[in-house]
């Protein structure tokens, strides 16, 4: 049963100390499907997150990726889901000392990949895709522009050629039109390649666009998932202020009348 989805959250619960952030979490995402996870500031997006990554475990339940479990997964396991799963933090998360070259070939050079000629043809293949030069191979992150430092941290997330992609807010500091060619080239790349995503994001035009599932937290809870139209539809208070503000509305081509 869990073979047939990319990502299966079973009744999860998490706790810091009497402080309840996920209550019952239940949800299943096919594979080369586009998650979109919302919510205020503070329920537990990233939290999440960190969870589907393998990098937090939750108080109670359990989480397949790829069709295993997270609990208790074995040594081997544990490395054949980090080189299927790619991971692009919100600022990027680039090492500073690296030039953009090294900071794509890292995970390459991580599992013992030594051929330096073939990392070499990888690491330019990747920089295309993504719309950056071989020129752009030798710059250090501190050159590069908001826009730029996403696309290398695109890159190198996809050097592995991951069949899931985990995103945290991917267009967060980005400029209004860096922010859009981001999403083109997210949803070009999906197209050719058709991996997963599970992204955390507050973006309404990638939530309109690209996003085949949207999932909402509020109140410790996932109150919505589905498609974006039938999470326009949930009646609570966090999506009503969410989905149906003057931005929104704009971002949607509806009118508050429409609603209810």
């Known amino acids: ?20 952030v996920h209550q019952d979490i239940n949800l299943c995402l096919g594979h080369g499907e586009i998650l979109g996870l919302v919510g205020a500031s503070g329920c537990g997006k990233t939290t999440l997150l960190r969870e589907v990554i393998g990098l937090q475990t939750p108080s109670q339940g359990e989480i397949f990726v790829m069709g295993h479990s997270l609990k208790n997964a074995t040594k081997s396991h544990g490395h054949w889901l980090r080189n299927n799963c790619g991971v692009l933090f919100q600022k990027g998360a680039l090492f500073s000392v690296l030039n953009v070259f ?18 070499k043809r990888i690491v330019f293949m990747k920089l295309s895709m993504v719309g950056l030069s071989d020129q752009d191979a030798w710059l250090k992150p501190a050159d590069l522009s908001g826009g730029m430092i996403k ?16 995103l945290d ?52 809870q996932l109150i919505a998932f589905g498609t974006l139209a039938s999470v326009l539809n949930c009646k609570h208070p966090f999506v009503e202020k969410f989905f149906y503000n003057k931005r929104a509305q704009r971002v949607f081509h509806y009118q508050e009348a429409t609603h209810g």
């Open 151 to 166: 696309r290398v941290a695109l890159a190198r997330t996809m050097i592995l050629e991951p069949g899931l992609l985990l």
């Open 1 to 20: 049963m869990t073979g047939s989805y990319a990502i299966q959250i079973e009744h999860v619960w998490t706790s810091f100390g009497d402080k309840v």
């Open 169 to 220: 807010e991917p267009t967060s500091g980005l400029d209004p039109i860096s922010s859009e060619d981001f999403v083109s080239l997210l949803s070009e790349l999906h197209r050719a390649l058709n991996f997963t995503v599970f992204m955390v994001t507050h973006d309404l035009d990638i939530l309109r666009d690209i996003c085949t599932k949207v999932a909402v937290l509020a109140d410790n």
């Open 102 to 119: 090294d900071n794509i070939a890292f995970p390459l050079r991580e599992i013992g990949f030594h051929d330096e000629e073939l990392i």
